[in-house]
């Protein structure tokens, strides 16, 4: 069985954790591409496209954030699917005709979603639970839904993830390792006080993170989505050859 190809659309600023933790979740040969350079795919041809999170806020006045925007809108167009993690899930937010805010507060640490009732059978979140724990850090929400955007997960701060047609947005950082969970708290200092950033820590444990990896599961759930929408496209004969590219 040929593997999918995935574009991942990498909008993190030179953080080298966000391409291992994409690359070891994501079972798919992945061509990165590096946003916030000025670097987007010249095609569509991609089994599905994955948007990274990013210390940017959507509405900031950045030469590279609005052709990310048209190029996830003209995927969805397309029927792509698509997956969009914390930034990612704002930019697919903002590109679907949503709207995106900053927040009063800002989330940060190992804390419980809630699945809605409607969502015990979505693709990505149906085998999650009706609650679950991951980790989050966000100053931005996704306040106002696409149109046409059905709710799946929420929490006290707001929407943590939607579905519209074959794509969906997370909020929170399924990918996330110890190691990233610690490093970006330990950024946060300056924007949320060292008594936070110290609770914040105290709580990155083994065990907490166990919780967790219970999310992972949707980009195992996202994969086979994705080859689903892949076959049925190659039976009905609607699927093209895809260009050759570079694993970066």
């Not at 507060?105 to 009732?117: L, S």
């Not at 980790?135 to 993830?161: C, I, Q, Y």
């Not at 794509?167 to 990918?175: D, L, N, S, T």
């Amino acid at each position: 069985m040929t593997r999918l190809r995935f574009a991942l659309l990498n909008a993190a600023h030179g953080d080298e954790s966000t391409t291992r933790n994409f690359r070891r979740e994501l079972d798919a040969d992945l061509t990165e591409f590096h946003a916030t350079d000025g670097q987007l795919p010249d095609h569509h041809e991609f089994d599905g496209i994955v948007i990274t999170g990013s210390r940017a806020s959507v509405y900031w006045d950045e030469d590279w954030i609005p052709p990310l925007v048209e190029y996830v809108a003209d995927a969805h167009e397309r029927d792509i699917p698509i997956l969009g993690v914390c930034y990612g899930h704002q930019i697919l937010a903002e590109a679907l005709d949503g709207r995106v805010a900053g927040m009063d507060d800002f989330e940060i640490g190992y804390n419980e979603i809630q699945r809605r009732p409607g969502a015990a059978d979505d693709e990505l979140l149906g085998n999650l639970g009706d609650a679950f724990t991951v980790f989050t850090t966000h100053g931005d929400a996704v306040v106002d839904l696409p149109p046409d955007a059905e709710l799946l997960a929420e929490n006290e701060f707001g929407v943590h993830a939607f579905r519209a047609g074959h794509a969906w947005g997370v909020q929170f950082h399924p990918e996330y390792d110890i190691a990233t969970a610690r490093e970006v708290t330990e950024g946060k200092r300056d924007s949320i006080g060292d008594e936070r950033v110290d609770a914040v820590l105290a709580d990155v444990t083994p065990a907490n993170y166990e919780t967790a990896c219970e999310a992972k599961r949707l980009f195992e759930n996202f994969t086979q989505y994705a080859r689903r929408v892949a076959d049925e496209a190659a039976s009905s004969g609607e699927g093209t050859d895809a260009p050759t590219a570079t694993d970066d």
